[in-house]
């Protein structure tokens, strides 16, 4: 057993802190939240410089050849510093898929454009159905000679804004199985007939809702095989729920230490708030709540990365740190008392986000049921 | 990062478990509170060497690192083996000597302990010395060349089994500050002035009150140095800590017991395991459980490096105590009606799911109530302000 990060990771580690501190103040965060876009060009051209979009993927294709335990890594820290803009879903929900479904043609297309940063990519999978699961997918795809067309609406899709291509998931063939029977295409984001609405939400995402009407998409960019593209969805759901939890225990222990801070600065009855009992239990609790669940997020990411996770592992981590994020900001808010309710403070950024953590990718309720099927009951 | 175990590390829980179902047979339940003590079971298990598991070789201990103590704490409480007898010897009296106690401690204790020849208790707690430790109020005052004890400790675990105590005496009560006025000693508990006097607890434990009246003590029962008491009590905490941390494989195996009664057992025509607030319930629990050993992991692996991870062994206490007792209540309510029958023939797995519910406030409260814990965590661990 050894729960230390190598040196390289360690280098990594304070690298993206010390270039997120100061590339990335909340100055830049509450503008970009009303900001149309929602990211920053010149941001997201530094990025590529230092190689951060393609850390994982292979160098023929322009990429570091990291392993998936250093974008764990490096989301941590960009959770922590809560990074708006497209990263995410570029590489984890766009280029993670091709990478590990795509056709030689379709990697050399694609994956260089993302690691030098020229194409920011999404995936379209939920719909107004607000299912998780497979049965989602109710967005159609009907073959029309060397081309397929889309019909339906996708909802909550990341950045489909901006996006330059979207990877979506369409069902061509109706089974008793709905994990059977879907088919992703990447699709070019500025196709004729699909309509872009920004949804607003308390996160300030920059979620979409995306009407496909008659939209066309050639074969060859369909990603994987016909019918069979759920399995490419499962394993990028598993990927981008514990680059999500990853995301989440970055903010999580931000927002511990700035109430640390905070409790040890702040005078009430000639003495610093952090001296009265309940605000040392409440303390001790949001460390514990941060340090269980780092705990977690590195152990079922190091389960992934080396192909052991289970579905019950996964779901757990999902569960737990929901549960985390929201008990520690709103511990947190609660400990700045009424200034941790104001827009100035950075507080709220954190709260905020960690209820738009919460749901996507399966909540914890539905994350608890797979970890009761797994266990037999 | 590595979050694996080692070939050793299985081989040796292998061992552990061959051993156990060997020596405990398949009708060992360890569901009623008289398996706790068992000194045979403890004579076993030194004839295994494993009773120093963790002592260092060139005292007669295995010297096996932290993480393999805790594989062998881990396999000894999934299997509900008696610990009573050996346990405080083992983890707090052993080391602690090993540590500083003085050459004829060592000699006198060491081997006897190794061999499963001895029984302590643990003596600190006092009526008005809790969660107040350092005002320890008993006495040990010098009268020529010896030392006379007054005074009385209470919640003593195993008191009416143990042949010596392991406690703290005041024998500086002018010290300015009270914790440096006390030390550790070991008393025989056959010397006479000493009355021990079973307490009536919630879940029948073998729990007393001890009385010292003039109890006269040789000066050789201070152990080490005199006043250094407190000192000894917070740094022979280390074999303790990790050894707690084998108690989320205890909840671990009540867990699946019950887990396994909501498969079989039927309300309303339906399997219990089909409804969804138990399968809810549940499954917070099967998380609760692999948080908790994962952490207990951590502990001993932090500990293995060298670190004295104060926060993270307050926090595995905590957490583990608070666990058992969402345990304890889902499973009552698993069981509806029956939960509460005692024992009998009726009460499902013989009442001890029963009696866990009422063991289960135990944990949160001695061993340093979770209030005091959380407190040492934010001031020693997060370094907020004392008031």
Redesign the interface.
């Known amino acids: ?6 040196e390289e990771q360690e280098m990594l580690k304070t690298m993206a802190k010390d270039f997120l501190i100061k590339e990335c103040p909340k100055t830049l965060v509450r503008e970009l939240e009303e900001n149309e876009k929602g990211y920053s060009p010149e941001l997201w051209g530094k990025m590529a410089d230092l190689g951060w979009m393609g850390l994982v993927l292979p160098e023929e294709y322009g990429g570091q050849e990291m392993g998936y ?1 250093d974008l764990i890594i490096l989301l941590q820290e960009m959770g922590r510093n809560i990074l708006p803009g497209p990263f995410f879903c570029t590489v984890v929900l766009g280029s993670l898929p091709i990478l590990s479904a795509g056709t030689d043609e379709q990697k050399k297309e694609f994956l260089p454009k993302i690691a030098k940063g020229d194409m920011i990519a999404t995936m379209a999978l939920y719909e107004p159905n607000v299912r998780y699961d497979s049965a989602c997918v109710e967005t159609k795809a009907v073959a029309q000679g060397d081309n397929f067309i889309i019909n339906g609406t996708k909802l909550f899709v990341e950045n489909a804004h901006i996006a330059d291509y979207i990877i979506v998931a369409t069902r061509t063939k109706e089974a008793a199985n709905p994990e059977e029977g879907i088919t992703l295409f990447i699709v070019d984001a500025k196709s004729p007939g699909i309509k872009y609405e920004v949804i607003p939400t308390i996160g300030m995402d920059k979620l979409c809702e995306v009407v496909f009407e008659n939209v066309t998409v050639s074969k060859s960019n369909m990603l994987g095989e016909l019918d069979k593209g759920w399995p490419i969805v499962a394993k990028t759901l598993d990927q981008a729920i514990m680059a999500k939890c990853a995301e989440s225990v970055g903010g999580l222990e931000a927002s511990l230490d700035m109430t ?1 801070d905070y ?2 600065e702040r005078v009430q009855y000639k ?2 708030i ?4 309940v ?3 409440y ?3 949001m ?2 709540s941060a ?2 669940s780092r ?2 997020m ?2 079922v990411s ?2 992934l990365s080396e192909g052991m996770a289970t579905p019950g592992d996964i779901a ?1 981590a999902k ?2 740190i929901n549960q985390a994020y929201k008990f520690v900001t709103e511990r947190a808010v609660q400990c700045h008392g009424a200034i941790g309710l104001s827009r100035d403070h950075d507080i709220g950024l954190y709260y905020r986000r960690a209820k738009a953590a919460d749901v996507v990718f399966g909540d914890s ?1 539905y994350h ?2 797979i ?2 099927q797994q ?3 | ?6 070939p050793e590390e299985e081989a040796f829980r292998q061992e552990i478990r061959d051993f156990l179902r060997k020596e405990l047979g398949p009708e060992h339940k360890g569901r009623t509170p008289y398996e706790l003590f068992s000194r045979d079971f403890t004579r076993k298990l030194a004839e295994k060497g494993w009773l120093g598991v963790g002592w260092p070789k060139e005292y007669g201990g295995l010297g096996r690192p932290y ?1 393999q103590q805790l594989v062998y704490s881990e396999e000894m409480m999934r299997s509900r083996a008696p610990a009573g007898a050996h346990i405080l010897a083992q983890n707090m009296v052993g080391p602690s000597l090993i540590r500083v106690g003085t050459e004829e401690q060592k000699k006198e204790f060491l081997t006897k302990i190794l061999k499963g020849e001895v029984v302590f208790c643990l003596g600190y707690t006092e009526p008005n010395a809790g969660s107040d430790l350092a005002s320890c109020q008993t006495t040990a005052l010098l009268d020529g060349d010896e030392y006379v004890i007054n005074g009385q400790k209470m919640f003593t675990s195993f008191a009416g089994q143990a042949d010596y105590a392991w406690m703290t005496v005041r024998t500086d009560p002018d010290a300015p500050k009270k914790h440096r006025g006390i030390s550790m000693f070991i008393v025989d508990m056959k010397t006479p002035g000493i009355t021990v006097s079973e307490l009536d607890t919630m879940w029948d434990y073998y729990n007393y009150e001890v009385f010292f009246d003039n109890v006269r003590v040789p000066k050789s029962a201070v152990v080490g140095e005199l006043n250094q008491g407190w000192h000894y009590l917070t740094v022979a905490l280390d074999h303790e800590r990790v050894f707690m941390g084998g108690c989320v494989a205890q909840h671990q195996r009540l867990f699946e017991e019950i ?1 396994q009664y ?2 079989e057992t039927h309300r309303n025509g339906k399997p219990l ?2 409804d ?1 607030v138990i ?2 319930r ?3 629990l ?2 609760d459980l ?2 908790g050993r ?2 207990a ?2 502990v001993a ?1 932090l500990l293995g490096k060298g670190t004295i991870p104060f ?2 062994a307050s ?1 595995t206490k ?2 583990t105590s608070e666990l058992e007792r969402r345990l304890a209540n889902t499973a009552m309510q698993i069981l509806g009606l029956y939960g509460p029958l005692d024992r009998g023939d009726r009460a499902p797995y013989d009442g001890y799911i029963g009696w866990e519910y009422k063991f289960s406030l135990m944990q949160a409260v001695g061993g340093g109530s979770n ?1 005091i ?3 040492l ?3 020693a ?7």
């Open positions: 057993m050894n729960l230390d990060l190598t335990m640390l409790v040890k003495r610093p952090g001296t009265f009992q605000i040392q239990h303390c001790a609790n460390w514990t340090a269980t705990n977690l590195y152990k190091w389960m757990a569960a737990w309720d608890k049921e970890v009761a266990m037999g009951l | 990062m590595d979050f694996g175990f080692t993480t887990v909501a498969r395991s089909e969804p399968r809810q549940l499954a917070q099967a998380i692999e948080i994962l952490f992991y951590r692996w926060a993270e926090m905590i957490f209030e814990e959380r407190i965590i934010a001031i661990g997060l370094g907020l302000p004392r008031p």
